[in-house]
C-alpha cells in the first residue's frame, strides 16, 4: 500500500493556503476547457534534482502509435503507415542508467512517483476539480524534434483527470510543443506553455494535442512527468 505522504514535503507551501486552494478551484471551475495552471508547483531544489534525473540519468525508450490502434505498434508499421495516420512519437522512461541508481536524482523521481500516488495528493486534487478520484497512472517522457501528438482525449480506461508537469529548465517560446486545448469547438484556443516545473490539471474528457516542436529546438529534449487519475468506479 502507498504510504500518505505528506503533500507539504514536496509541494511549494504557496499553493497549499486556503486561499490558494479556493483560486484554483475556481480557475479549474471557470476555464471552457475545465482545466488549470499551476507554475512553481514542486519545491525548487525537488524540481531542479528530477530535472537532472531524466536529462542526465535516464533512459527512455522512442515508442510509436497509430490512430486506429491503442497502444504501442512496431516502429517499422508505423514508418509504412501514411502521415495522416500516425497518432504519435515519444520517449517513455524505461531505467535509470546503472549507475545513478542509488543517485539523489533517481531517489527523488521515486518520491516523486509515491508522493503523486499517496492519497494526500488524490484528495488535494479532487478538492481542487470537484472530481472523484480513485487509482492514478504515471508516466516520464521526452520529447525531441522528430517527435510528436496529434490531438486526442485521454476519455479510455476510467480516466477522469490528466495532469502534466514539465521539467524542462529554460524553455523557450519558439521551441515550440505547447499543450492546446479544446472547449468542444474545435478551435484548440487554449495554450499552455512548457514552462518548467508548471503543473497542468485538465478533464480527461478535453480534447487535447501537441503543437509541433521547431527547428529552433536543435537537439534539446522536453521532458515531462504526468499520468491521469482514474474514476473511483473504474475496474
Known sequence: MTADIAIASW???RHLSPTA????????AGHPARAVVIPGFLQAPIAERLARFLAEDAEFATGFGLKTRYGYVPEREWRETPE????????SLVQARRSTVESPGFATFLSIREAFEAPETRAYFAALTGLRLGAITTAARRMTAEDFLVEHTDDIGGRVLSFVLYLTPGWRPEWGG?????????AYAHRVDPEFNSLVLFDARAWHKVAPFTDALGDRCR?????????????
Do not use: I, K, N, Q
Open 11 to 13: 509541494v511549494d507551501p
Open 21 to 28: 486552494g479556493r483560486a484554483l478551484r475556481s480557475a479549474y
Open 223 to 235: 521532458y515531462t512527468f504526468g499520468g491521469w487519475f482514474m474514476s473511483p468506479t473504474a475496474d
Open 178 to 186: 505547447e499543450l492546446y486545448l479544446d472547449d468542444g469547438g474545435g
Open 84 to 91: 495522416g495516420e500516425r497518432f504519435f512519437r515519444y520517449g
